[in-house]
Structure formats: structure tokens, C-alpha cells
């Protein structure tokens, strides 16, 4: 009778991915429902998506014509947060695996 082959043991994702992941998706639900404040959401889409990750001038004017929103501006601090969570995250799982 032979032996079962050894299955690897899995890795499992660390916790500040997770964080990372989390950071990620509510950066892009707060960025989506205040930006579609302004002409809906697909309109100007191109314009608006650059600030998931930056604040340039064209941000700035929608963000001065949404000064009266009930959803607080947008900042892509909470983005980049995300991000840095998210590589930590991913190094911490590479150096478990190594």
C-alpha cells in the first residue's frame, strides 16, 4: 500500500491584505457615489477616474460643485492606504511561503 503524497500546506493571507482589500473596495464605493454626484455616474468617467488616486484641478472644480453634499469629499488618502496595507499584506504572505 502506498502513501498519500504530502499536500502542501497552505498559506494562508494575512490579515493587513485583508485590510487592504477592505481599504480598497470602500476608497472605490465612497469615490463612485460622490463623484456621480456630478452629471451622473459614467459621464465624464475618464475624467473622474484619475481621482481614485489623485487630486488634480478637474477633482478640485467637481468637488467645488458638490461643496453642498451630504457625502463628505472625496480624498484618495483612504486609497493609498489601501494600497500600502495590500503590499504589506503580500509580503508578509511571500515570506511565510519562503
Do not use: N
Not at 493571507?13 to 481599504?23: H, N, Q
Not at 453634499?69 to 480624498?75: E, F, Q, R
Amino acid at each position: 500500500m502506498s502513501e498519500p503524497a504530502a499536500t502542501p500546506a497552505r498559506v494562508r493571507t494575512p490579515i493587513a491584505a485583508w485590510v487592504g482589500w477592505l481599504l480598497w473596495v470602500l476608497s472605490l464605493v465612497w469615490w463612485y457615489f460622490y463623484y456621480s454626484q456630478y452629471i451622473g455616474g459614467l459621464t465624464l468617467f475618464e475624467q473622474k477616474f484619475v481621482c481614485v488616486a489623485v487630486t488634480t484641478d478637474v477633482c478640485l472644480a467637481i468637488q467645488q460643485k458638490l461643496v453642498m453634499s451630504a457625502i463628505p469629499a472625496y480624498h484618495p488618502q483612504l486609497f493609498w492606504a489601501g494600497v500600502v496595507f495590500l503590499v504589506l499584506g503580500l509580503l508578509q504572505r511571500r515570506s511565510r511561503r519562503a
